[in-house]
């Protein structure tokens, strides 16, 4: 069973910066490759960025970059979500997922298997 915690939200003004975090506890960080969604209110939840097993490969959706990045630390089994240049519609609930198998689509949110509960970030203008 893994288990993801987030961490690193919160209320921060358009323009400005966060870096989200991500620890999951049991089971073997490198062999999961990661991803982060968001859900705004009202709104379905949507892919936003992932990464592949060994970190070199990101991938995100169009409405994030130049502004995000993903990246992850296997030694100290750790993800990480850079946003910079925040903007009001970034405000929503940020996860991180854990898949165990290989993406057929990073996109899917079905191809996860664990879930963390989330994070909260608000953009104020």
């Known amino acids: 069973q893994v288990r993801l915690l987030e961490s690193g939200g919160g209320l921060v003004e358009a323009g400005g910066s966060l870096r989200l975090s991500c620890a999951p506890s049991?089971?073997?960080?490198?062999?999961?490759?990661m991803g982060w969604f968001r859900q705004a209110p009202g709104k379905e939840r949507e892919f936003v960025a992932a990464?592949?097993?060994?970190?070199?490969?990101?991938y995100y959706a169009d409405s994030v970059k130049g502004r995000f990045t993903v990246s992850r630390d296997n030694s100290k089994k750790m993800l990480y979500l850079q946003i910079d240049a925040l903007k009001a519609g970034d405000t929503a609930i940020y996860y991180c997922?854990?898949?165990?198998?290989?993406?057929?689509?990073?996109?899917?949110?079905?191809?996860?298997?664990?879930w963390g509960q989330g994070t909260q970030v608000t953009i104020s203008s």
């Open positions: 997922a854990a898949a165990l198998k290989p993406y057929t689509n990073y996109r899917d949110p079905s191809e996860y298997d664990y």
């Open positions: 049991g089971g073997i960080f490198s062999r999961y490759a």
């Open positions: 990464i592949n097993r060994a970190g070199d490969s990101p």
